[in-house]
């Protein structure tokens, strides 16, 4: 879909060593060195997930907050970054705030629910307990 570039069969005219560039490189259109911070969690098959960063970080932004962090914390970095990105595309104006207070809200209906089984429990045991304390035959007092 990009540019329709041959990738002539057989491969014959391929360097040794030279991997396809990583997905951030790609779509930079630079060459993608042995040492690029990108290419380990941006891969040449996930072309979506650069693409969705650096439309809402910048590419220059995600480059800074990789540097800065320590290598093994790039990884839950990207997933971060990805989902929050995905999350601002679709809601523009929520972004992933949005995710957070549609669950809080599910969380508020279902403790909800929750306090009122809890209540129909004590209701019920309270029933239980005062039906057996007090059988139809006298009133079961002593004796
Ligand atoms: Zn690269």
Do not use: T
């Not at 990884?75 to 929050?84: Q, T």
């Amino acid at each position: 879909m990009k540019d329709g570039s041959s990738s002539g069969h057989g491969g014959a005219g391929r360097k040794q060593g030279a991997a396809p560039p990583c997905a951030a490189c790609k779509l930079l259109r630079r060459k993608c060195y042995q040492d690029c911070v990108y290419a380990p969690y941006f891969p040449a098959d996930e072309p979506h997930k650069f693409a969705s960063v650096h439309k809402v970080f910048g590419a220059s932004n995600v480059n800074k907050m990789l540097q800065e962090l320590p290598e093994h914390q790039r990884g839950d970095a990207v997933s971060s970054m990805v989902y929050e990105a995905n999350a601002r595309i679709r809601d523009p104006v929520y972004g992933c705030v949005g995710a957070i207070s549609s669950l809080q809200q599910q969380i508020d209906v279902l403790q909800a629910q929750l306090a009122v089984s809890q209540a129909e429990v004590v209701r019920m045991r309270m029933h239980q307990y005062s039906s057996s304390n007090q059988s139809p035959e006298g009133h079961g007092w002593g004796l």
